[in-house]
């Protein structure tokens, strides 16, 4: 008997084709967006620990221009703190853009393997049929054999 043969079968193999693409690339937004927390993470640390080291040289006393200095480096890191978190935030939207991909390539190929398994399972049935209507020839000829044989 024949196999069965998916008509469609490239064009399923291109939507899981896509659909990896669409993995592959929401998993590196996925970590671009994990770097960035940690980069905010490791900023806000530097800015507590640079706070300290300011009021502990306070307490000491400090010439003005330190002063300014280290005033200076702590807003510079409130800023690169603040863009880091507007780009999480842009990240956030690239990464919910990505996973609505991901999500359009995974429906679409489960609709493609839903057709191939319908089609597969259309084609066992009629084979199936087909063998059974055989075996009943098969066996209503051995009968009629068997008939005439008796009767002769």
């Known amino acids: 008997m024949k196999r069965f043969k998916f008509k469609l079968q ?3 193999n291109f939507r899981k084709h896509l659909e990896r693409v ?3 690339d929401m998993a590196k937004t996925v970590l671009e967006v994990t770097a960035c927390e940690k980069q905010i993470d490791s900023l806000q640390i530097s800015h507590g ?3 300290l080291q ?3 040289i306070v307490e000491k006393g400090v010439g003005a221009e330190i002063f300014r200095q280290h005033q200076v480096y702590l807003g510079a890191v409130l800023e690169m703190i603040s863009q880091e978190k507007q780009r999480r935030v842009q990240l956030g939207k690239v990464l919910e853009k990505k996973r609505l ?3 359009k390539r995974s429906i679409d190929k489960r609709a493609m393997e839903r057709l191939r398994e319908s089609q597969a399972k259309e084609y066992n049935q009629e084979l199936l049929v087909a ?3 055989e075996l009943d020839e098969i066996s209503s000829l ?3 054999r068997e008939i005439s044989n008796d009767t002769k």
């Open 22 to 24: 669409a993995q592959q």
């Open 54 to 56: 300011l009021e502990q």
């Open 131 to 133: 063998e059974q209507k």
């Open 101 to 103: 991909a991901l999500k």
């Open 142 to 144: 051995k009968k009629a």
């Open 49 to 51: 620990q640079s706070a």
């Open 10 to 12: 490239a064009l399923l």
